[in-house]
């Protein structure tokens, strides 16, 4: 099996700043596409990427970096996220984690700030040439998604807590009359949780 690198590029988003001993927040952010071809000329099917985040311990946490390993395994001092959950949003797998309170962590946190940062899918597996691409066959084994400054996927960046209080701030007269409509439609979350949503969105 060969290491595979998928980088995304989707803004790494810091939806909560609140600092522990061992956390400095909560980031999420988009990571893969299904059925899409890459900038590393690679794609994946559902089937594959739903099987390999299948078998992640969540519960326990993945532990992710910023930068990725050159062998493949997570290298403690850079340690930097702990992802808790996934999710999917059409075609898309979307990640939430713990930032950690670690020198990659810290670096993470002030450099989301300042400039993008994107999701790289890190894991080894068999890939398959198919009319010129490169396709990820069924095996394929996820390791962690780092954080990365040049991802491979178009819309894989990290979003801060500033970024939804700014984009509030800027258009919360547009996201309130968007925020009422969908009530009107039977939509049962706060604002504050719709505002995260929307930004997902847009």
């Known amino acids: 099996m060969q290491l595979i690198e998928n980088i995304k590029d989707a803004k790494v988003e810091l939806i909560e700043e609140k600092e522990t001993d061992k956390f400095l927040g909560t980031i999420k952010f988009e990571f893969a596409e299904y059925d899409f071809v890459n900038k590393n000329n690679r794609k994946y099917s559902k089937k594959v990427l739903d099987e390999a985040i299948e078998k992640l311990d969540t519960e326990k946490g993945v532990l992710g970096q910023s930068g990725h390993p050159k062998d493949g395994a997570t290298v403690l001092d850079a340690a930097s996220h702990l992802i808790k959950k996934f999710w999917t949003k059409g ?35 068999e890939v398959k040439q198919e009319d010129g691409v490169d396709v990820i066959q069924e095996g394929y ?21 500033e970024d939804v209080k700014e984009y509030i701030k800027i258009n919360e007269i547009e996201t309130r009359k968007y925020y009422e409509e969908a009530k009107s439609a039977g939509y049962k979350g706060s604002f504050e949780k719709y505002i995260n949503e929307f930004i997902v969105r847009r």
């Open 141 to 161: 084994e996820i390791k962690s998604v780092d954080l990365v400054l040049n991802p491979s996927f178009d819309f894989a960046h990290v979003v801060t807590e």
């Open 91 to 125: 075609r898309r797998y979307w990640a939430e984690a713990k930032l950690l309170n670690t020198v990659s962590g810290r670096n993470i946190k002030t450099l989301s700030k300042i400039t993008d940062i994107g999701a790289s899918l890190r894991g080894f597996g």
